[in-house]
Nanobody, 126 residues
């Protein structure tokens, strides 16, 4: 079982930056693919980014490429999402997610992630 707790959301101005953190419990963190998703009001969760076991493999949705960086610190059981050049259309609830131990693919599909955090609100003002 993996429990995830996000932090770092908040209100930021257009063009600003935020770093989201996700602290994970469990002994298998270093062999869990981790992902970030976001959910706009009235919409389904959409994929933002994913990272492999060691951090050497990463993947991003096109809309955040060049503006966001996903990283992880396996010693701290934590994954991060650094978001720069934020836009009002980035306003959403951001969720951290983990795939089950041993599943290595950087999946962009929410149903392939077994564990979820409670979400953290990111609001970008214009």
């Amino acid at each position: 079982q993996v429990q995830l707790v996000e932090s770092g959301g908040g209100l930021v101005r257009h063009g600003g930056s935020l770093r989201l953190s996700c602290a994970a419990s469990g002994r298998t963190f270093s062999s869990n693919v981790m992902g970030w998703f976001r959910q706009f009001p009235g919409k389904e969760r959409e994929y933002v980014a994913a990272i492999g076991y060691s951090g050497s493999r990463t993947d991003y949705v096109d809309s955040v490429k060049g503006r966001c960086t996903i990283s992880r610190d396996n010693a701290k059981n934590t994954v991060y999402l650094q978001m720069n050049s934020l836009k009002p259309e980035d306003t959403a609830v951001y969720y951290c997610a983990a795939r089950r131990h041993g599943f290595w693919e950087l999946a962009p599909t929410s149903r392939l992630y077994a564990y979820w955090g409670q979400g953290t609100q990111v609001t970008v003002s214009s």
